[in-house]
């Protein structure tokens, strides 16, 4: 088909959209798409904001979700893809056809990354940043010995290669400071490039850092980065069910009966229950002034876990809203 027939398309699909007509400018941009699918403008300028509208009046609509997960899939770019399902996957209901993308864009994400070659930059990262607190922009000047520069983990984590799914500069800093300021084991729940500044932060083996990964893939990427001689203990912790939740198996974990710090950043928005199970299932371990850094606070499957914390154990909860929001919780005095 000749360009300038798909340009016509587009141009009545644009009409089409402006009419509300959603249905069939749909058809007509997935019709372009058929033919060129890497003609940027049927992609940016009319498909996607036509699903984004259709989204916008109706944020649980499944078929716009999915249809834009499509569009977007047909430019084999996978960071537009995975942008698009972090932004809307919250208000979508946890049907199979949400779990099944959400694996695929886990498995496609991974192999997307050229793991080797990000595994020798990060070694490399590694090896020379020296902890230090004095260059440190983010922290503040009585900040404690030990944290790192935030330089290093900007350069850390644009190694690390994982777009969205990594965690923050600010949020590395962040778990540096608390890790300096706690005592007693750590818990991570959800591995990667924290799992790295983790493993530079307890590099003497002082405290039990405990990493626990539920799909194999990720676990392995992990144990392949992180230097033979790291004392983090990194686990491949399937999910399980519990009663009212699924959380990672620990039934083969020996649990810290001391731990101070739990870093919250999984499992994914998709498990059932979100990451309520974190002090459900730790509890054992817990004790006051235990801190609990909650990831992605600001969706409502963690709001949720935040009141239900609050009323199950005593604990004094925080809530920074701003991104995608960050919450921490502290086991209170009895
Ligand atoms: C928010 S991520 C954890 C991020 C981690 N704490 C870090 O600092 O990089 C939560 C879970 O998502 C999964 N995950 C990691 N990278 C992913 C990717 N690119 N696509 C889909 N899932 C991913 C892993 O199972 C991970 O435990």
Same mark, same amino acid.
């Given at each position: 088909?000749?360009?300038?027939?798909?340009?016509?398309?587009?141009?009545?699909?644009?009409?089409?959209?402006?009419?509300?007509?959603?249905?069939?400018?749909?058809?007509?941009?997935?019709?372009?798409?058929?033919? /060129?699918?890497?003609?940027?403008?049927?992609?940016?300028?009319?498909? %996607?904001?036509?699903?984004?509208?259709?989204?916008?009046?109706?944020?649980?609509?499944?078929?716009?979700?999915?249809?834009?997960? $499509?569009?977007?899939?047909?430019?084999? $770019?996978? +960071?537009?893809?995975?942008?698009?399902?972090?932004? &809307?996957?919250?208000?979508?209901?946890?049907?199979? *056809?949400?779990?099944?993308? =959400?694996?695929?864009?886990?498995?496609?994400?991974?192999?997307?990354?050229?793991?080797?070659?990000?595994?020798?930059?990060?070694?490399?990262? @590694?090896?020379?940043?020296?902890?230090?607190?004095?260059?440190?922009?983010?922290?503040?000047?009585?900040?404690?010995?030990?944290?790192?520069?935030?330089?290093?983990?900007?350069?850390?984590?644009?190694?690390?290669?994982?777009?969205?799914?990594?965690?923050?500069?600010? &949020?590395? =800093?962040?778990?540096?400071?608390?890790?300096?300021?706690?005592?007693?084991? %750590?818990?991570?729940?959800?591995?990667?490039?924290?799992?790295?500044?983790?493993?530079?932060?307890?590099?003497?083996? *002082?405290?039990?850092?405990?990493?626990?990964?539920?799909?194999?893939?990720? &676990?392995?990427?992990?144990?392949?980065?992180?230097?033979?001689?790291?004392?983090?203990?990194? &686990?491949?912790?399937?999910?399980?069910?519990?009663?009212?939740?699924?959380?990672?198996?620990?039934?083969?974990?020996?649990?810290?009966?001391?731990?101070?710090?739990?870093?919250?950043?999984?499992?994914?928005?998709?498990?059932?229950?979100?990451?309520?199970?974190?002090?459900?299932?730790?509890?054992?371990?817990?004790?006051?002034?235990?801190? !609990?850094?909650? $990831? /992605?606070?600001?969706?409502?499957? +963690?709001?949720?876990? @935040?009141?239900?914390?609050?009323? =199950?154990?005593?604990?004094?909860?925080?809530?920074?809203?701003?991104?995608?929001?960050?919450?921490?919780?502290? !086991?209170? +005095?009895?």
């Amino acid at each position: 088909m000749p360009t300038q027939t798909l340009d016509d398309q587009i141009r009545q699909a644009e009409e089409h959209i402006l009419a509300g007509d959603h249905g069939d400018a749909l058809t007509l941009l997935h019709e372009v798409l058929s033919e /060129d699918p890497t003609h940027t403008e049927a992609l940016n300028d009319a498909a %996607v904001k036509c699903l984004e509208a259709i989204l916008q009046q109706d944020p649980t609509h499944s078929n716009a979700f999915f249809n834009l997960l $499509d569009t977007l899939a047909l430019t084999d $770019d996978l +960071e537009l893809v995975i942008d698009a399902y972090l932004r &809307y996957e919250e208000q979508i209901p946890d049907t199979e *056809e949400k779990v099944e993308y =959400a694996e695929r864009i886990t498995s496609e994400a991974q192999q997307n990354v050229d793991e080797q070659a990000a595994a020798q930059k990060v070694g490399a990262t @590694l090896a020379t940043w020296e902890n230090n607190a004095a260059h440190s922009n983010l922290i503040n000047a009585s900040e404690p010995q030990g944290t790192p520069a935030v330089q290093d983990l900007e350069k850390l984590v644009q190694e690390w290669d994982n777009g969205a799914w990594a965690a923050t500069p600010t &949020y590395l =800093a962040l778990l540096s400071q608390l890790f300096a300021q706690t005592t007693g084991a %750590v818990v991570e729940c959800g591995s990667g490039v924290s799992t790295l500044v983790l493993h530079k932060l307890n590099q003497h083996g *002082e405290r039990r850092v405990i990493s626990l990964e539920h799909h194999h893939g990720w &676990y392995e990427r992990l144990q392949t980065t992180l230097p033979q001689d790291t004392t983090v203990e990194l &686990y491949h912790a399937p999910l399980r069910s519990y009663d009212g939740f699924d959380w990672y198996d620990m039934d083969s974990i020996d649990l810290p009966s001391d731990i101070g710090l739990i870093i919250c950043d999984g499992p994914p928005g998709t498990t059932r229950g979100g990451r309520v199970g974190a002090l459900h299932v730790l509890c054992k371990g817990l004790r006051p002034g235990t801190i !609990i850094v909650l $990831d /992605d606070a600001n969706r409502s499957r +963690e709001l949720a876990a @935040l009141l239900d914390w609050d009323e =199950a154990f005593n604990v004094h909860v925080e809530l920074f809203t701003e991104g995608k929001g960050i919450a921490l919780a502290q !086991i209170a +005095e009895q």
